[in-house]
């Protein structure tokens, strides 16, 4: 069986392959290959080496919304994570009806992000009609939303795996504790914590990621408005392929920076959370 | 296991040198240049049109469906999704089978596709173009490359019902349309309407300023090609206000209080609240005309189809008319409707001469038979600059009727401003100018300060574009 394996690998793996060949590796290659190019179509691209990078570096846009995607990242992170662990914490009690309020938790998550901008738009706006203002009045009020849309979609689904590491939790251990005289702080500290840490490195690697890549979101609901003080890296990326004559290269460019950040930021955080990881 | 990792990463490094290949090539190809040779077109089978309109894609799908009944040629029509153009087209080129026949909007467009579009200057279509209108068609050197094939025009469109009943009114500031002939006289109008909006029925003179991101066009690209307009009409470097436009490296903006004058009035005298702007779209204002809420809105010929469009529209069809935007400029008293076009058709210069041909047949056809034509005034509801086109065979909705009627005005001396925003330097100093914009209404900027962006704006990306 195993020689067989062995033996066939190559031909079975090979729809996969190509596939993955395809749609992802031939366009990321090519992709980079383009940053260092100035072109209109794939097929006209002219070789410019770095001055695509340094175009982008030179754009205060980019760095702007750099910094915006950073503060947006950071606030949402931690929100969503402490907010997520808490409902998982409550939907473990024993209460009635927890089921009916996973699902219901969870169902944001199933919505596409343009649908949930425009309909975060039209409430958010809704509210602040009342005080004569819009979410593009200012950028803080671009910002919050921005923040209480991420929270809303995925604190659900980020509940969901907390929920799934906390049943996993041996009832011994916290018997154990109850037996010792451990209080609630000391056993949720010293036994919950490290034994859900598997479900906080991969919510924290999904948050982190997608507050980074944000975009159907941002686009749908505040469009960088006003000017761009809301415009996040991805919307900035777009932003600069299609608005300028000859500056598709430089959007490129910006892509795979973007691209580098991510990695980088999501490599080093699984890295370092992994690290705090228990064997239960 | 060993071997076969082998394999998979020959493979890998396989098509990866194959992709870097794909991207390498093309990048040289010499373009065949000249659409208009006497190539043989009866082996082409299929042409491709990518269209820019979606409103109307349905009855290309008829046209071209008649037009293979005639000549067996098969028209694939394409439509591009409201404001998806430029991405649909991106995409779409770099197949193998790219459109033939796309679209550009004016010399800045042509800059991004030029690699892409054929020399139309001996075609028979540019033939058709009239004298007057030859002048509109994208040049560079001695080339065509861009042919208009629709005229439009917008001003302040108003409900004659609305100003009717105003004048109506004892103590009107004015007892017709007629004797509104500058910004002074209209403001007074506007001021005093808006002072009796209550007796007027109606929630303000001007639908919504609308201001969201990608709704701003009316104000950053077609209200901005007033103060413009006259700046490069003052340059004296050559007659063509479009080209002094282009070759303007920097802009004094030297009619900004004009165009502070007609924004404030705008906004000051809106059915919507100044801080409420940034979340209005155009089909919001167009909606608040159709309903009657308010009595004027800026927009062009295109916009008929919105007013009649929405539900519980009460506006009727005789009572829509054209004004136009007056701004306070010295003798403005003979200025008339902005009236230019950003539709170009293109012909692709790197699919082979004989479908290049095969496809300035079909728009030969298109706007110069009798069926075509009957489908283009009627169907399409174009105003087109060819000389094929007689009085009589002019769209019939009222706005268009309008814009021909201001058109010919021009012999009384009444001058209809050229559009050149086709000549601005970016999308990005367009959004800019609407960012600038909305925050200026909101109160966060001074005009000044708005007048210094734009200025600034204007340079910047004329030196990022250039070359």
Redesign the interface.
């Known amino acids: 069986m195993q020689n067989a394996i062995?033996k066939w690998?190559?031909v079975l793996?090979l729809p996969t392959?190509v596939a993955f060949?395809i749609s992802f590796?031939?366009p990321f290659?090519?992709g980079i290959?383009?940053s260092f190019?100035s072109f209109?179509?794939?097929?006209?691209?002219?070789w410019v080496g770095f001055d695509n990078y340094l175009r982008s570096f030179a754009n205060e846009d980019f760095i702007n919304a750099l910094w915006f995607t950073v503060k947006f990242t950071v606030i949402s992170v931690i929100t969503i994570n402490i907010l997520a662990f808490v409902f998982a914490m409550l939907l473990t009690k024993a209460l009635r009806g927890t089921n009916v309020f996973r699902t219901i938790f969870f169902m944001p998550n199933l919505i596409g992000g343009i649908v949930l901008g425009y309909i975060w738009?039209m409430i958010i706006?809704g509210f602040l009609?009342y005080f004569?203002?819009?979410?593009?009045?200012?950028a803080t009020y671009g910002f919050w939303g921005l923040v209480i849309l991420m929270n809303w979609q995925l604190i659900g689904y980020m509940m969901i795996i907390y929920i799934s590491g906390i049943q996993n939790i041996s009832p011994d251990l916290l018997e154990a504790a109850d037996i010792d005289g451990a209080n609630s702080a000391q056993k949720l500290i010293h036994i919950t914590i490290p034994q859900v840490m598997p479900s906080i490195t991969i919510c924290l690697f999904l948050t982190l990621t997608n507050s980074f890549k944000l975009f159907d979101q941002n686009y749908a609901l505040?469009?960088?408005?006003?000017?761009?003080q809301t415009q996040m890296l991805a919307l900035d990326i777009v932003?600069t392929f299609?608005?300028?004559?000859?500056?598709q290269g430089v959007g490129q460019a910006k892509a795979v920076i973007f691209f580098l950040i991510v990695a980088v930021i999501a490599l080093s955080q699984l890295f370092l959370t992994r690290r705090k990881e228990v064997e239960s | 296991m060993k071997k076969s990792k082998r394999i998979l990463s020959c493979l890998l490094a396989g098509c990866m040198t194959a992709a870097a290949l794909v991207g390498c090539s093309g990048g040289s190809d010499s373009k065949t240049s000249s659409g208009n040779g006497n190539a043989d077109t009866s082996n082409v089978k299929s042409i491709y049109f990518l269209n820019f309109k979606p409103e109307i894609a349905e009855k290309y799908e008829t046209i071209a469906k008649k037009y293979k009944e005639e000549t067996g040629i098969e028209v694939k029509v394409k439509t591009a999704a409201s404001g998806e153009y430029e991405k649909t087209l991106t995409s779409e080129i770099a197949k193998s089978d790219p459109p033939t026949i796309f679209q550009i909007n004016g010399p800045v467009g042509y800059q991004n596709w030029k690699d892409y579009c054929a020399e139309l200057k001996g075609s028979e279509l540019y033939g058709m173009l009239t004298d007057e209108n030859k002048s509109l068609a994208v040049t560079d050197g001695d080339g065509v490359y861009g042919i208009p094939y629709a005229i439009e025009g917008y001003g302040i469109i108003y409900n004659d019902e609305i100003m009717q009943k105003y004048f109506a009114i004892d103590g009107a500031k004015a007892k017709s349309i007629d004797e509104i002939k500058n910004f002074d006289t209209l403001k007074a109008v506007v001021e005093d309407m808006q002072a009796k909006k209550a007796d007027l029925g109606i929630d303000g003179v001007f639908g919504s300023t609308s201001l969201k991101a990608g709704d701003d066009w009316r104000w950053q690209t077609h209200l901005a090609n007033l103060p413009l307009y006259y700046e490069f009409k003052e340059d004296t470097s050559s007659d063509n206000i479009i080209l002094n436009g282009l070759n303007a490296k920097e802009i004094q903006f030297k009619y900004a209080q004009n165009y502070k004058n007609i924004f404030d009035l705008y906004t000051n005298n809106s059915c919507t609240e100044k801080t409420l702007l940034g979340g209005k779209t155009v089909d919001e204002s167009m909606a608040e005309f159709a309903t009657g809420k308010c009595a004027m809105i800026q927009n062009g010929n295109w916009g008929w189809s919105q007013i009649s469009g929405v539900d519980g529209n009460v506006t009727k069809a005789e009572n829509i008319k054209f004004l136009p935007i007056y701004t306070g400029i010295e003798g403005e008293e003979n200025q008339g409707l902005c009236i230019g076009t950003e539709n170009y058709f293109a012909i692709n210069g790197e699919v082979d001469e004989a479908t290049q041909k095969a496809s300035l047949d079909f728009l030969k056809w298109l706007f110069s038979s009798d069926y075509g034509k009957e489908q283009v005034t009627k169907e399409l509801g174009f105003i087109t600059p060819f000389k094929t086109f007689t009085e009589d065979d002019q769209p019939d909705d009222p706005l268009a009727k309008e814009v021909i009627s201001w058109k010919a005005k021009e012999s009384n001396g009444i001058k209809n401003l050229e559009w050149l925003f086709t000549a601005f330097p970016s999308e990005q100093w367009k959004n800019d100018f609407g960012a600038s914009l909305l925050e200026y209404v909101q109160g966060q900027k001074e005009w000044s300060a708005v007048v210094d962006d734009v200025k600034q704006s204007w340079k910047t990306e004329r030196e990022a574009t250039a070359g």
Do not use: D, E
């Open positions: 062995k690998f190559p793996a392959v060949m590796l031939i290659v090519m290959y383009l190019c209109k179509t794939v097929k006209n691209a002219t738009l706006n009609y004569g203002a819009t979410i593009t009045t200012s505040t469009a960088g408005a006003p000017g761009k932003n299609y608005g300028r004559v000859g500056w």
